[in-house]
């Protein structure tokens, strides 16, 4: 038709445009009336199976008429599609999901899962901030996680017993709204170590949130022997004495000689040990707020990886960061 219509005069065009105009209305005019039919037949017949369908999802293969019905087979499959249950690994620890088919966000993610960055050094060497706390999932090795006691469970004047959990409440016309924090330590043993804080109206999700806050706060240390007494060159220790802060609470973390041990609050240990630390003094004020003499030492430990090193002591003390 096309190749005909060029050839004749613009008033036979106009002609031959308006009976093109006019064929096309009845071309679609029997496809709406057409249409229409077809899905009202089957729907008619099928409407007790459609819902059966919507129920379980089975019985798609006893339909009758195969051209009208491949709508709505087709339907049905992209919802059972949709529908499957997404493969989950939950750590046998914590309980916590690590990974539910991860979809990194950020460049650094997608070069983890890839496979292009394998190390947690290569992260920090080249400054990019972990967004992502699958991220570290994947790279962390052996990874153990700590809950600090911030909390303490009933008990007047300093009576109650410590718990991991603090529980704190607001009052409202309703009665007392509870409210969960919990204090996550996570780390390797081995240069690697994260703090996090997460609050929620329930435990679990409390929890939750402070590994995932732990994860995405994870911290390079350095360490070495900075002890006069020792000078081993052994990284035992840590190269130089550094001070940490949060609120009020003050500490200072002082290198030791080797067979020391932990000189340092208990819950501080904690921290050190799974940054890979073993010997250590320490000094501190103010140290009344739990949570915030967990927060000053590990501030301290962030402290120590922002210290400028002149290069002579840096040669002297021989010290290394992150892993071995
Ligand atoms: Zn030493």
């Given at each position: ?221 350095r360490r070495g022997?900075g ?11 840590i190269p130089f ?14 290198p ?61 003390t021989?010290y ?5």
């Amino acid at each position: 038709m096309k190749t005909e219509e060029k050839k004749p005069k613009p008033e036979e065009k106009k002609q031959i445009k308006a009976k093109e105009k006019k064929p096309t209305p009845v071309t679609q005019e029997p496809k709406l009336k057409q249409e229409p039919k077809l899905k009202q037949e089957p729907k008619l017949k099928q409407e007790p199976k459609t819902q059966e369908l919507k129920q379980k999802s089975k019985l798609v293969d006893a339909v009758v008429t195969a051209d009208t019905v491949d709508a709505v087979v087709t339907v049905d499959t992209v919802d059972a599609e949709k529908a499957p249950v997404i493969p989950k690994e939950v750590s046998e620890e914590t309980g916590v999901v690590i990974r539910e088919s991860w979809k990194p966000k950020t460049s650094l993610g997608r070069d983890v899962q890839s496979g292009k960055i394998k190390t947690l050094r290569e992260v920090f060497d080249s400054g990019r901030g972990i967004m992502e706390y699958q991220i570290v999932d994947y790279l962390l090795k052996d990874p153990e996680t700590v809950f600090a006691a911030v909390g303490q469970s009933r008990g007047k004047f300093g009576g109650g017993k410590r718990s991991i959990w603090k529980q704190t409440q607001k009052k409202t016309r309703e009665g007392n709204k509870p409210k969960f924090a919990i204090l996550a330590i996570i780390g390797n043993k081995d240069g690697y170590v994260g703090m996090g804080y997460g609050k929620s109206k329930e435990t679990m999700p409390a929890r939750e949130k402070a590994i995932r806050q732990a994860k995405l706060n994870l911290c390079r240390v350095r360490r070495g022997c900075g002890s006069w007494e020792c000078n081993c060159g052994e990284y035992h220790s840590i190269p130089f004495k550094v001070p940490g802060k949060c609120g009020a609470a003050d500490i200072t973390l002082i290198p030791a000689p080797k067979g020391t041990g932990l000189c340092i609050e208990k819950e501080c240990q904690n921290i050190l040990r799974l940054a890979g630390i073993k010997d250590i003094y320490s000094k501190s004020r103010n140290k009344k707020t739990k949570y915030n003499l967990l927060n000053a030492c590990f501030n301290a430990l962030a402290n120590l990886s922002k210290m400028k090193v002149a290069p002579a002591q840096k040669a002297r003390t021989k010290y290394i960061e992150g892993d071995k």
